[in-house]
């Protein structure tokens, strides 16, 4: 059903020529409906939020809608590795839920990797929360600020 969507999606925010191809669904993450996808050779993420009714805990609710927002602030403060949105929409004029498009990042989930070391996976995730927890409100604030201004 969601695939379906994404067709009519990348028609509307890519152009009426826009075909997605090589739509697999991924066998990891399991809150949203995800698939991966390509177009005009790159490679996007397809998200769907879950239904309203799907029983969520208090900080779930409406959790897509922060994405966009919280994925600029990181990729403009830190080195972090967070995917470029390209498209968050929950007005549900095209599909029943909101959805959004982000470019896919290279690499492969952890629980598929075999080849890995665990002290740089470990030095890896403190250097990078090292940086996020140096994002503090203030400058969440004036990044919010100054999109509003622009």
């Known amino acids: 059903m969601t695939a379906e969507y994404l067709k009519e999606i990348c028609k509307s925010k890519f152009g009426k020529n826009a075909e ?3 739509i697999i669904k991924p066998s990891t993450g399991k809150f949203n ?10 490679d996007y993420v397809f998200r769907m939020a879950p239904p309203d009714d799907a029983g ?11 994405e966009p927002g919280l994925h600029k602030i990181i990729r403009e403060k830190t080195t972090i590795p967070v995917a470029e949105i390209f498209v968050y929409d929950d007005s549900k004029t095209i599909a029943p ?3 959004i498009i982000m470019g896919k990042l290279s690499g492969e989930p952890l629980p598929y990797s075999y080849n890995f070391s665990i002290y740089k996976v470990l030095k890896q995730t403190g250097q990078y929360l090292k940086q996020l927890h140096s994002i503090t409100l203030l400058t969440i604030l004036l990044l919010s600020l100054r999109d509003v201004m622009h």
Do not use: H, V
């Open 56 to 66: 969520f805990l208090f900080y779930e609710k409406n959790m897509m809608a922060q």
């Open 33 to 42: 409906e995800s698939y991966f996808f390509s177009l005009d050779g790159k």
């Open 20 to 22: 997605p191809n090589n």
């Open 97 to 99: 839920r909101p959805y």
